[in-house]
C-alpha cells in the first residue's frame, strides 16, 4: 500500500458545526502532515506529527486541533470555523528525514458556510 | 517572506517542445529540493528531487538542474506531452525540516 487516503473528499459545514477530517496511511511512516492550500497558493504547513507526537505547529487557531490515534492515522478536528477556513486540506506522510519523500492524500475540500 | 518562489504563474507550450520551469529560493540552508506535481481535486504527487551535492538529476523525460549560486534551479521536460499539463510546484527543505512549496506554475502543453 503506497497511498494516503483522506476522507471525506468534500466536506460543507456550518460555522457551528463540530467536524473531523481523517487520513491514514500504511507505508509504516512515522511523520504525518496536515497542509492547507487555497486557490492560487502554495500548501501551506499546520502541524507536523512524529512519532505521534506533535512536534510542530505553525500557530494554528486553536479552532482546528489535531491528533494522531497511532502511527497509521492523523485525525484534524474542526469546531466554530469561519468561511475563509474554507480550503483544501492536505495529509501526507514521511519516513523521517522529513524533508524527502513526502507522499500526499487526495485532500478534503472544505467550504465553510 | 516566501522563501521558494515561482515567479510564473503559467506556461503554455506545444507538444513535442522543451518545457522549462523556474523555481528561486533565498534560503541558503535549503539543501534538498523536490519538484511535484498536482492535478485538479488531487494531491501533489512527487516528480523529481535533487540533492544541493548534485547539479543535475535526471528521470526519463525530466530533469532538474540546479545552480547554487543562484538560488535558482529548474525542471526541464522534453518532450512535452499533453499529459504533462497540471500545476507545478518546487519545494524545498534544509535539513530535517518540513518542505516549503513554492506558489506553483500551470504548465499547459497544447497538441
Known amino acids: 500500500d503506497t497511498e494516503v487516503t483522506q476522507t471525506p473528499k468534500h466536506l460543507v459545514m456550518g460555522m457551528t458545526n463540530k467536524k473531523s477530517l481523517k487520513c491514514e496511511q500504511h507505508?509504516?511512516?512515522?511523520?504525518m502532515y496536515w497542509y492547507k492550500q487555497k486557490a492560487k497558493k502554495p500548501p501551506e504547513l499546520m502541524f507536523v506529527?512524529?512519532?505521534?507526537?506533535?512536534?510542530i505547529n505553525e500557530s494554528v487557531p486553536s479552532r482546528f486541533s489535531p491528533e494522531c490515534p497511532n502511527s497509521s492515522l492523523l485525525n484534524l478536528h474542526l469546531h466554530a470555523l469561519q468561511p475563509e477556513d474554507s480550503a483544501l486540506y492536505l495529509c501526507?506522510?514521511?519516513?523521517?528525514?522529513?524533508?524527502?519523500?513526502?507522499?500526499f492524500g487526495s485532500g478534503t475540500r472544505l467550504t465553510v458556510v | 517572506d516566501q522563501q521558494v518562489k515561482q515567479n510564473s504563474p503559467s506556461l503554455s507550450v506545444q507538444e513535442g517542445r522543451i518545457s522549462i520551469l523556474n523555481c528561486d529560493y533565498t534560503?541558503?540552508?535549503?539543501?534538498?529540493f523536490l519538484w511535484y506535481k498536482k492535478y485538479p481535486a488531487e494531491g501533489p504527487t512527487f516528480l523529481i528531487s535533487?540533492?544541493?551535492?548534485?547539479d543535475k538529476n535526471e528521470d526519463g523525460r525530466f530533469t532538474v538542474f540546479l545552480n547554487k549560486s543562484a538560488k535558482h534551479l529548474s525542471l526541464h521536460i522534453v518532450p512535452s506531452q499533453p499529459g504533462d499539463s497540471a500545476v507545478y510546484f518546487c519545494?524545498?527543505?534544509?535539513?530535517?525540516?518540513?518542505?516549503?512549496f513554492g506558489k506553483g506554475t500551470r504548465l499547459s502543453v497544447i497538441a
Open positions: 501526507a506522510s514521511s519516513s523521517p528525514p522529513q524533508g524527502i519523500g513526502y507522499t
Open positions: 507505508m509504516g511512516h512515522r511523520a
Open positions: 506529527y512524529s512519532y505521534e507526537k506533535l512536534s
Open positions: 534560503n541558503s540552508m535549503f539543501d534538498y
Open positions: 535533487i540533492s544541493s551535492i548534485k
Open positions: 519545494a524545498a527543505s534544509a535539513g530535517n525540516t518540513p518542505l516549503v
